[in-house]
């Protein structure tokens, strides 16, 4: 359900309760190396949104463990993957048929200075919030998908540039891929 803002000021508690059962922590064990980050969950079939530097590490038949909000633990697999966009899908295996999914927002009605809000589990510590603005929009940044340094260098020869929403809400490492 939208959440309506009150008087101008946004009620966080209700944007986080809307969204905190949509969110999911998600920890990669690649051949090489593990990494973690957070995901929304968009459908009632168990499709999940992240990164794709998230989940890179698992594409060579790594394990994806999916972790929802209220601790039950799932096998996930890549649906697909846009390293350009740094996006990913993810599909929980066997997903229980209770999973509750985000409403997703118009990217293209954002301003500059409007209140945002990041949700996710940076540095393991699920459920967590964080509050900010948009401090600007269509920020070029580089885009580098790889995790091996040979592709690594390639990559760098290969830099994507996209454009990106920048916010001064903290984010850390596990919180790349959960809701804004």
Do not use: C, F, K
Not at 93 to 119: C, F, K, R, Y
């Amino acid at each position: 359900e939208p959440v309506e803002a009150t008087e101008g000021a946004p009620d966080w508690q209700a944007v986080a309760a809307a969204v905190r059962p949509a969110t999911v922590s998600i920890l990669v064990e690649g051949a090489t190396e593990a990494a973690s980050g957070s995901g929304v969950i968009i459908d009632s079939s168990g499709h999940i949104i992240t990164n794709h530097h998230v989940v890179s590490g698992a594409a060579q038949g790594g394990n994806i463990t999916v972790t929802l909000h209220d601790g039950r633990l799932y096998s996930a697999t890549i649906t697909g993957t846009d390293p350009t966009t740094d996006l990913a899908v993810l599909t929980l295996d066997n997903p229980p048929t209770d999973l509750t999914a985000a409403l997703l927002g118009d990217s293209s009605t954002l301003e500059v200075g409007q209140p945002v809000m990041a949700i996710g589990a940076p540095l393991g510590l699920a459920d967590t919030v964080t509050t900010g603005i948009i401090s600007a929009l269509d920020r070029p940044v580089a885009v580098s998908s790889s995790a091996d340094s040979a592709a690594q260098a390639q990559a760098q020869a290969e830099v994507v540039v996209t454009n990106a929403i920048q916010i001064d809400a903290s984010i850390n490492p596990g919180n790349s891929g959960g809701p804004l």
